[in-house]
């Protein structure tokens, strides 16, 4: 009897705490999209920042919708990120307290490749005027060297 006297007692004060804690925080919802398609972008990068702390931070899903929460009242900076598109930055976002904030975005496409031009040269792999030159080797001069077989005549570093 007592353990579930203070199994409800631990329930009543995480419930009341959870509820605290909730009280006077704003979320932050919205659609990201292309300005010239009108397409959603899956999975841009969405940061909520507060004189340049991030506060909170997300990304967009499959849809392009994104929410950020809790986030306490205040001013905010949103910056929006998505590859092949420019970085935007919206200044002045305003959360209050309790409150589901919603902002649109639309990013505009930051990268155009115009013509590409492409030099190829082609690199010697043999150096033709540093190559080692050969020579003529004799009986008598083989018989003077200090060597035991054919393959130590042909070395290059023996000198005549």
């Given amino acids: 009897m007592l353990r579930k006297l203070f199994f409800a007692l631990a329930l009543l004060v995480g419930a009341f705490s959870y509820g605290y804690a909730q009280v006077g925080s704003g979320s932050l919802q919205g659609t990201i999209t292309d300005t010239e398609t009108g397409e959603t972008l899956p999975f841009a990068n969405v940061v909520l920042e ?8 997300g990304s967009a899903d499959y849809d392009g919708k994104y929410s950020l929460r809790p986030i306490p009242p205040g001013t905010y900076d949103l910056l929006i990120s998505y590859v092949g598109y420019t970085t935007q930055k919206i200044t002045g976002v305003v959360i209050s307290s309790d ?12 990268v155009s490749i115009g013509p590409v031009e492409v030099f190829a040269f082609k690199e010697a792999l043999v150096e033709i005027d540093k190559g080692t030159t050969g020579g003529k080797v004799s009986a008598e001069d083989i018989k003077s060297m200090a060597v ?5 005549v042909a070395k290059p570093d023996l000198k005549l």
């Fill in 99 to 110: 409150q589901v904030k919603k902002q649109d975005i639309k990013l505009q496409p930051g």
């Fill in 148 to 152: 035991r077989s054919a393959a130590d």
């Fill in 50 to 57: 507060n004189k340049g702390n991030q506060i909170s931070a």
